[in-house]
Protein backbone atom coordinates (compact mmCIF):
# COMPACT_ATOMS: atom_id res chain seq x y z
CA UNK A 1 0.00 0.00 0.00
CA UNK A 2 1.53 3.72 -0.77
CA UNK A 3 2.40 5.57 1.92
CA UNK A 4 0.31 8.85 2.36
CA UNK A 5 1.18 12.10 4.43
CA UNK A 6 -2.01 11.70 5.89
CA UNK A 7 -2.89 8.22 7.80
CA UNK A 8 -6.51 6.87 8.59
CA UNK A 9 -6.90 5.46 11.37
CA UNK A 10 -10.13 2.91 10.31
CA UNK A 11 -8.02 1.12 7.42
CA UNK A 12 -4.90 -1.27 8.04
CA UNK A 13 -2.33 -2.37 6.42
CA UNK A 14 -3.59 -3.74 3.14
CA UNK A 15 -6.02 -0.59 2.87
CA UNK A 16 -9.39 -2.34 4.22
CA UNK A 17 -11.25 -1.30 6.92
CA UNK A 18 -11.46 -1.94 10.48
CA UNK A 19 -12.76 -0.95 13.59
CA UNK A 20 -9.45 1.06 15.93
CA UNK A 21 -7.88 -1.29 18.50
CA UNK A 22 -8.18 0.93 21.52
CA UNK A 23 -7.16 -1.52 23.94
CA UNK A 24 -3.87 -0.15 24.73
CA UNK A 25 -4.76 3.56 25.67
CA UNK A 26 -5.89 4.73 28.88
CA UNK A 27 -9.53 5.41 29.85
CA UNK A 28 -9.86 9.32 30.38
CA UNK A 29 -12.50 11.59 30.97
CA UNK A 30 -13.79 12.69 27.40
CA UNK A 31 -16.49 15.76 26.20
CA UNK A 32 -17.68 16.57 22.70
CA UNK A 33 -20.30 18.94 21.64
CA UNK A 34 -21.34 19.23 18.13
CA UNK A 35 -24.39 21.42 17.05
CA UNK A 36 -26.99 21.29 14.10
CA UNK A 37 -28.77 24.14 12.74
CA UNK A 38 -32.34 24.00 11.58
CA UNK A 39 -33.44 26.99 9.64
CA UNK A 40 -37.47 27.95 9.20
CA UNK A 41 -39.20 30.31 7.05
CA UNK A 42 -39.99 33.10 8.93
CA UNK A 43 -43.45 32.64 8.93
CA UNK A 44 -43.12 29.40 10.36
CA UNK A 45 -40.51 30.41 13.05
CA UNK A 46 -43.28 32.87 14.17
CA UNK A 47 -45.79 30.46 14.50
CA UNK A 48 -43.99 27.58 16.45
CA UNK A 49 -42.73 30.32 18.46
CA UNK A 50 -46.13 31.75 19.24
CA UNK A 51 -47.65 27.92 19.79
CA UNK A 52 -44.46 27.40 22.32
CA UNK A 53 -42.74 24.99 19.80
CA UNK A 54 -45.87 23.03 19.77
CA UNK A 55 -46.97 21.31 16.46
CA UNK A 56 -49.72 19.00 15.71
CA UNK A 57 -47.36 16.12 16.73
CA UNK A 58 -46.42 17.30 20.03
CA UNK A 59 -43.95 19.42 22.01
CA UNK A 60 -41.50 19.68 19.35
CA UNK A 61 -38.34 20.31 21.63
CA UNK A 62 -39.07 17.70 23.95
CA UNK A 63 -39.57 15.34 21.50
CA UNK A 64 -36.02 15.92 19.51
CA UNK A 65 -34.32 15.84 22.83
CA UNK A 66 -35.33 12.18 23.80
CA UNK A 67 -34.65 11.55 20.38
CA UNK A 68 -31.53 12.73 19.80
CA UNK A 69 -30.27 10.94 23.02
CA UNK A 70 -31.77 7.64 22.04
CA UNK A 71 -29.49 8.21 19.02
CA UNK A 72 -26.37 8.99 21.23
CA UNK A 73 -27.01 6.08 22.96
CA UNK A 74 -27.20 3.67 19.60
CA UNK A 75 -24.62 5.63 17.67
CA UNK A 76 -22.03 2.55 17.57
CA UNK A 77 -25.47 0.56 16.04
CA UNK A 78 -25.55 3.19 12.89
CA UNK A 79 -21.75 4.11 12.85
CA UNK A 80 -19.90 0.98 11.68
CA UNK A 81 -16.74 1.85 13.63
CA UNK A 82 -17.91 3.32 16.24
CA UNK A 83 -17.40 1.85 19.65
CA UNK A 84 -20.34 1.21 22.07
CA UNK A 85 -20.21 2.67 25.09
CA UNK A 86 -21.45 3.12 28.54
CA UNK A 87 -22.36 7.29 27.96
CA UNK A 88 -22.23 8.93 31.09
CA UNK A 89 -24.02 12.90 30.40
CA UNK A 90 -25.75 13.40 27.31
CA UNK A 91 -27.39 16.96 27.43
CA UNK A 92 -29.18 19.41 24.87
CA UNK A 93 -29.54 22.71 24.16
CA UNK A 94 -31.94 24.04 21.89
CA UNK A 95 -33.29 27.59 21.05
CA UNK A 96 -33.47 30.08 18.78
CA UNK A 97 -30.22 31.90 17.58
CA UNK A 98 -31.81 33.98 14.78
CA UNK A 99 -35.13 34.81 14.23
CA UNK A 100 -35.54 32.00 11.78
CA UNK A 101 -32.44 29.60 12.86
CA UNK A 102 -33.08 26.69 16.05
CA UNK A 103 -29.69 26.21 17.59
CA UNK A 104 -29.78 22.44 18.73
CA UNK A 105 -26.25 21.62 20.65
CA UNK A 106 -25.77 18.17 22.19
CA UNK A 107 -23.03 17.34 25.10
CA UNK A 108 -21.70 13.90 25.92
CA UNK A 109 -19.42 12.63 28.24
CA UNK A 110 -17.92 9.78 29.04
CA UNK A 111 -14.38 7.99 30.52
CA UNK A 112 -13.50 5.68 28.24
CA UNK A 113 -10.65 4.80 26.30
CA UNK A 114 -12.37 6.43 22.85
CA UNK A 115 -13.89 9.87 22.10
CA UNK A 116 -17.28 10.82 22.12
CA UNK A 117 -17.26 13.26 18.80
CA UNK A 118 -19.56 10.71 16.37
CA UNK A 119 -22.01 10.27 19.73
CA UNK A 120 -22.92 14.28 19.82
CA UNK A 121 -22.66 14.95 16.48
CA UNK A 122 -25.23 11.88 15.74
CA UNK A 123 -27.38 13.21 18.95
CA UNK A 124 -28.03 16.85 17.25
CA UNK A 125 -28.24 15.55 13.56
CA UNK A 126 -31.24 12.83 15.09
CA UNK A 127 -32.38 15.78 17.05
CA UNK A 128 -32.40 17.92 14.23
CA UNK A 129 -34.04 15.22 11.82
CA UNK A 130 -36.85 14.76 14.37
CA UNK A 131 -37.60 18.57 14.48
CA UNK A 132 -38.10 18.75 10.66
CA UNK A 133 -40.28 15.80 11.01
CA UNK A 134 -42.56 17.39 13.52
CA UNK A 135 -42.17 20.59 11.71
CA UNK A 136 -42.63 19.31 7.82
CA UNK A 137 -46.59 19.69 7.85
CA UNK A 138 -46.17 23.72 8.07
CA UNK A 139 -43.35 23.68 5.19
CA UNK A 140 -41.02 21.90 3.39
CA UNK A 141 -39.01 24.45 2.97
CA UNK A 142 -37.65 23.91 6.15
CA UNK A 143 -33.54 23.13 6.19
CA UNK A 144 -30.77 21.37 8.33
CA UNK A 145 -27.84 22.86 8.12
CA UNK A 146 -24.87 23.37 9.26
CA UNK A 147 -23.97 20.00 11.63
CA UNK A 148 -20.71 20.59 13.46
CA UNK A 149 -18.38 19.41 15.99
CA UNK A 150 -17.96 23.24 18.42
CA UNK A 151 -15.82 21.00 21.44
CA UNK A 152 -14.12 17.68 22.05
CA UNK A 153 -11.64 17.53 25.12
CA UNK A 154 -10.38 14.23 26.67
CA UNK A 155 -8.04 12.43 23.94
CA UNK A 156 -5.05 13.65 21.72
CA UNK A 157 -7.06 16.69 20.10
CA UNK A 158 -8.39 19.26 21.53
CA UNK A 159 -11.46 20.85 19.41
CA UNK A 160 -12.52 24.42 20.48
CA UNK A 161 -15.07 26.75 18.46
CA UNK A 162 -14.58 23.97 15.34
CA UNK A 163 -10.94 24.03 15.22
CA UNK A 164 -8.63 21.60 16.55
CA UNK A 165 -5.92 23.63 19.22
CA UNK A 166 -3.02 21.53 20.66
Not at 39 to 48: G, H, M, N, S, T
Not at 116 to 133: I, N, P, Q, R
Not at 138 to 159: D, W
Request: charged share 25%; hydrophobic share 45%; proline share 4%.
Amino acid sequence: MKKNAISLTHIDAAGRPRMVDVGVKSATSRMAVAQAVVRFPAAVARALKRDGMRAKKGPIIDTAIIAGTLAVKRTHELIPFCHPLAIERCDFSVGFAAPTELSICCEVAVTHKTGVEMEALTGASVAALTVYDMCKALSHEIVIGEVRLLEKSGGKTRVRGGKAVR
